[in-house]
């Protein structure tokens, strides 16, 4: 796999993109957020709602000649701290309109019934899966603890598939490409075959298809690695020459990419198959079958991870899924 700077020098269009890259306190590692130079002026994610970030995005801003104050527009590419926690204080500072998909707007916003929902919708499901009260508790505390990393501002455009927005002094195409969160979207330039890809596709680690509630307005929860799996098919499917990424390098061969991606899930669905042929299991037994040693927030992402490979598994009706009378849910082979 080819993985690249971003050479201001390949498209004359990276000349009015400008990435600041500002640190998290995730294991992720540093997020990236991009100046779009062009009318309006445009800051694209905003990084979470540390001091040290703010201080790296307006020493990259300053970099460029620019303060936070004359941020015209933000784009938020998802619901996820890493990228929209710092934006109460840019908009703030800035006054500068603000857009993203509805599906990140609750968040976005700070709608209080969705932060309830939140919480609950996570305490139940880690006790559904198996996950021993205490930890349950401890991981599903989690949300709370980040909520001191993410201001709120209100959502002005809601931007959704098929949307054409300016950007850069281009054309961009807006795409939602569902499945590491429900609500993110990527922005793709078909004369410049750059792709703004945000965590769709990284090059260093296989983005999380994270399980969250469901939407406002919806009953049930979103299976989001099938999700991912439709998004990435999407993705390959396209004429891209550069992936310019939330994190890490900048992806030139994206077939490669996915093709590993695709690998990968299928031999982690291969794994579970084979845990359950010894009988049907919890999802938290699957979990500590395949990974060692959790702490509150590996516990939050290896449970969502397993429990997205038996929602794919459950799709395709390779395995069933059936609560015991203790209210767990337990997978068996079909
Ligand atoms: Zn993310």
Redesign the pocket.
């Known amino acids: 796999m080819q993985t690249v700077p971003i050479d201001p020098f390949d498209a004359p269009l990276l000349r009015n993109i400008h990435q600041i890259t500002l640190p998290t306190p995730f294991p992720v590692g540093p997020v990236h957020t991009y100046l779009m130079r062009g009318d309006p002026l445009t800051l694209i994610d905003v990084g979470p709602q540390t001091p040290a970030a703010l201080a790296a995005l307006q020493a990259g801003l300053a970099g460029e000649g620019v303060a936070l104050r004359d941020i015209e527009r933000v784009l938020i590419t ?1 619901a ?1 701290v ?2 929209y926690g710092l934006i109460g204080a840019v908009a703030a500072a800035s006054g500068a309109e603000v857009w993203a998909h509805p599906l990140a707007q609750p968040m976005i916003e700070g709608w209080p019934a969705y932060q309830v929902a939140y919480d609950q919708f996570w305490l139940e499901l880690l006790l559904a899966a198996g996950v021993p009260a205490g930890l349950a508790q401890r991981t599903a505390g989690l949300y709370q603890r980040m909520q001191q990393l993410i201001g709120h501002a209100p959502v002005t455009r809601l931007l959704d598939e098929g949307d054409v927005i300016s950007l850069a002094g281009a054309h961009w195409q807006v795409l939602h490409c569902p499945g ?2 429900d609500s ?1 979207i990527c922005l793709y330039q078909p004369d410049d075959r750059l792709f703004l890809g ?2 769709h596709l990284l090059a260093h680690i296989s ?1 999380n298809a994270l399980v969250g509630p469901p939407p406002p307005g919806e009953r049930v929860r979103r299976r989001p690695l099938v999700d991912y799996w439709a998004s990435l098919c999407r993705v390959y499917d396209m004429e891209i020459a550069l992936v310019i990424p ?1 994190h890490g390098d900048a992806v030139a061969d994206v077939r490669s990419l996915v093709k590993s991606r695709f690998q990968f899930y299928e031999r982690r669905l291969a794994r579970l198959l084979q845990e359950l042929r010894r009988g049907p299991q919890s999802v938290w037994q699957l979990v500590e079958a395949i990974f060692r040693r959790l702490d509150e927030t590996d516990t939050y992402l290896a449970v969502s991870e397993v429990l997205g490979h038996l929602d794919v598994l459950e799709n395709k009706r390779l395995v069933r899924l059936q609560a015991d009378d203790a209210g767990i849910w337990r997978y068996s082979l079909c």
Do not use: I, R, T
């Open positions: 998802h996820h890493d990228h590491h969160a993110l945000n965590d983005s939330g």
